[in-house]
């Protein structure tokens, strides 16, 4: 089991960049799968990208593919998404999400840890 607590998510305006973060509150990201996706209003939440912890595997949605960047830090277990050159389609909740799976999946079922989310948004 393992406490995801995500945070960073304000209003910015198109252009800008962010950094959201997803701490390990109670247990270690070692041996998971652990990414971000988001839920804008009206729609279904979707993949952003993942990564494996205990390797070099990396997925990242095409949408986002260029602009976002994962990283992490390993002693405070936690999780970044860089994100720049941000624009007005990216607000959304942005959830952090963890697997025990052993591949980079981009289905929500995939994974059984969520965090609460954290909200962006991007003024035109």
């Known amino acids: 089991q393992v406490e995801l607590v995500e945070s960073g998510g304000r209003l910015v305006q198109a252009g800008d960049s962010l950094r959201l973060s997803c701490a390990a509150s109670d247990g270690s990201f070692d041996h998971l799968v652990v990414g971000w996706f988001r839920q804008a209003p009206g729609k279904e939440r979707e993949f952003v990208a993942a990564?494996?912890?205990?390797?070099?595997?990396?997925n990242y949605a095409y949408s986002v593919k260029g602009r976002f960047t994962l990283s992490r830090d390993n002693a405070e277990n936690t999780l970044y998404l860089q994100m720049n050159a941000l624009k007005p389609e990216d607000t959304a909740v942005y959830y952090c999400?963890?697997?025990?799976?052993?591949?980079?999946?981009?289905?929500?079922?995939?994974?059984?840890?969520w965090g609460q989310g954290t909200q962006v948004t991007v003024s035109s």
């Open positions: 990564l494996r912890w205990s390797g070099e595997s990396t």
């Open positions: 999400a963890a697997s025990r799976l052993s591949l980079v999946v981009v289905t929500e079922t995939g994974y059984e840890f």
